[in-house]
Structure formats: C-alpha cells, structure tokens
C-alpha cells in the first residue's frame, strides 16, 4: 500500500510556470506507474500524465504535450509535474495516483492509490 500526498499548486498568471510534488509512503514506491490527473468543477476526471516505474517512458495528454513534464525521482520516493506556459484552462485539482499496471495508463479506473489533490488556478 501507498499513501500519496501532493504539494505546489496555487494561483498563477497565464503563462507562468508551477510545479507540482507527490510525495509517496512506503518501500515500494519504485514499482508503481505514477500517473497525474485533474478535475475541474462539473468535469469528469482527466489524465494528465503518466511515467512507469523506472521512468523510461512517458506518456501526456494532447492539452499539455509539450507543456508538460512528468518526472520521478525514486530515491526521494517523489514524482513530479512541470508545468509551463500555463493557460486558464488548466484550472484545475490535480491528483496523482500509482498503480501497478503499466496498461491503461490514462485511465483513472487503473490507478489503485490517490492522493488528495492540489489546485492550480490559472489567471488570464
């Protein structure tokens, strides 16, 4: 089992940078796909990014492909989110999430664990 607990969000101007933590428990840490989501209010859960075990492959969602950066560092047992060149429409709770599976990465029904979220408002 792991508990995950994100840090970083806030309020940002259009075009600005932020970036989000997920801090995970537990010694198992380096097995889990990490994966990144978010939820506006009255939208259903999106992916946002995801990132396998060692960090050899990524993967991003067409709205923040080259935006974006997914990045883990094992030994922190930390994964990580870059966010640049933020618009409004990333207005967002983000969440991150493990699982096991390294299928189905965008999908938040293969993801096991979650943390609480953090939000990242963007301003125009």
């Known amino acids: 089992q792991v508990q995950l607990v994100e840090s970083g969000g806030g309020l940002v101007q259009a075009g600005g940078s932020l970036r989000l933590s997920c801090a995970a428990s537990?010694?198992?840490?380096?097995?889990?796909?990490m994966g990144w989501f978010r939820q506006a209010p009255g939208k259903e859960r999106e992916f946002v990014a995801a990132i396998t075990s060692s960090g050899g492959s990524t993967r991003y969602a067409d709205s923040v492909k080259g935006r974006f950066t997914i990045s883990r560092d094992n030994a922190k047992n930390t994964v990580y989110l870059q966010m640049n060149s933020l618009k409004p429409e990333d207005t967002a709770l983000y969440y991150c999430?493990?699982?096991?599976?390294?299928?189905?990465?965008?999908?938040?029904?293969?993801?096991?664990?979650w943390g609480q979220g953090t939000q990242v408002t963007v301003s125009s």
């Open positions: 999430a493990a699982t096991y599976s390294i299928r189905n990465m965008h999908y938040p029904s293969s993801y096991n664990y």
């Open positions: 537990g010694r198992t840490f380096s097995s889990y796909t």
